[in-house]
């Protein structure tokens, strides 16, 4: 038998396969299709304190290969989130994540307060979302992410982890590193979209999406490289003491191993789950433990992490 289970946070999954934060875990019917597939654990939308409608649309697009979002953060508020956190607890057997992305430390504080007196199992902060017009990308601040860092593991009670923008250079992945290692941060989940992308259609000589003049985070198969190259230079620097989700162009279980043999402790599928629909956790599982069995490995922990060299 092939086990395809992990802990992320010391918290069980059943499978290293989960749903990631987006546009489609938004309302109770969506979260509730979730958790009715094979997804091991149910992420909810990011959230801010009061709700918002998000950016005007159109502000996301399917492309060949993946998408581009200016979604905006559209949620119910952070209330709905932690009500929904119960209900789901109630009724379905499988963790629940919830997402933070308070607009300001003040805010981030309030919402993590909140969801300590909430069933969910553990937190990812977002500090990287590319679409909140006005404001930058505070994942590449990093006297920001210290500050924020700091507030948070003060006021959080509940497993946490953080959500990374990408970074391109090996300088950033060490300030962020030396960072995170500051606090009791238990995960980082790598990467959101890569942000301000552009994507043009030449028959209407227009932009795909309306916010920024059509700049948003790209995701899917686009980004899959960057993501791998962040979950292993974190996993290295992290040395094992903090998990890593691997997220970005998971469409199959080749996909999945690939960023488990980089140092992922599980996956979390967000444009590939828009576009195929529930039946993808499975698929990706199957996938994943066919390899395994081809393999000869028995566990995730046989692979994990064991990318090899070219010497
Ligand atoms: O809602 C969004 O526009 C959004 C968020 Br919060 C995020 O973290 N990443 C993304 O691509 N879009």
Request: glycine letters at 8%; hydrophobic letters at 40%.
């Amino acid at each position: 038998m092939v086990d395809i289970s992990t802990t992320i946070a010391s918290v069980k999954l059943d499978s290293c396969v989960f749903n990631a934060s987006g546009p489609a875990d938004v309302t109770l019917a969506e979260l509730e299709k979730i958790a009715r597939s094979k997804s091991s654990a149910i992420t909810m939308k990011s959230c801010t304190l009061e709700a918002r409608e998000g950016n005007p649309e159109p502000r996301y697009a399917d492309l060949i290969d993946g998408s581009i979002n200016s979604m905006g953060l559209p949620n119910l508020g952070y209330k709905a989130y932690v009500e929904f956190s119960q209900l789901l607890n109630k009724k379905y057997k499988k963790p629940v994540v919830a997402s933070i992305s308070g607009m300001t430390l003040e805010d981030n504080i309030r919402i993590f307060e909140a969801f300590n007196d909430s069933p969910v199992d553990f937190i990812e902060f977002n500090p990287g979302s590319p679409n909140t017009i006005g404001k930058p990308i505070v994942g590449y601040d990093m006297q920001l992410m210290d500050k924020l860092l700091k507030a948070v593991s003060k006021a959080c009670k509940k497993p946490f982890g953080v959500k990374l923008p990408p970074y391109f250079d090996v300088v950033h992945f060490e300030e962020v590193a030396k960072v995170i290692k500051k606090y009791p941060v238990k995960f980082v989940t790598c990467i959101n979209s890569i942000g301000n992308g552009l994507v043009i259609d030449p028959k209407t000589e227009k932009p795909l999406i309306k916010p920024k003049g059509g700049m948003g985070g790209i995701g899917g198969k686009y980004i899959k490289y960057t993501a791998l190259a962040n979950v292993r230079r974190f996993y290295e620097l992290f040395n094992g003491k903090i998990d890593v989700i691997g997220v970005g162009g998971i469409y199959s279980g080749v996909d999945a191993f690939e960023f488990i043999l980089a140092g992922a402790s599980a996956v979390q599928i967000g444009t590939a789950y828009l576009q195929k629909g529930p039946t993808i956790f499975a698929k990706v599982q199957n996938e994943l433990k066919n390899i395994m069995k081809k393999k000869n490995y028995k566990k995730l922990s046989d692979f994990r992490g064991k990318l090899k060299t070219l010497d």
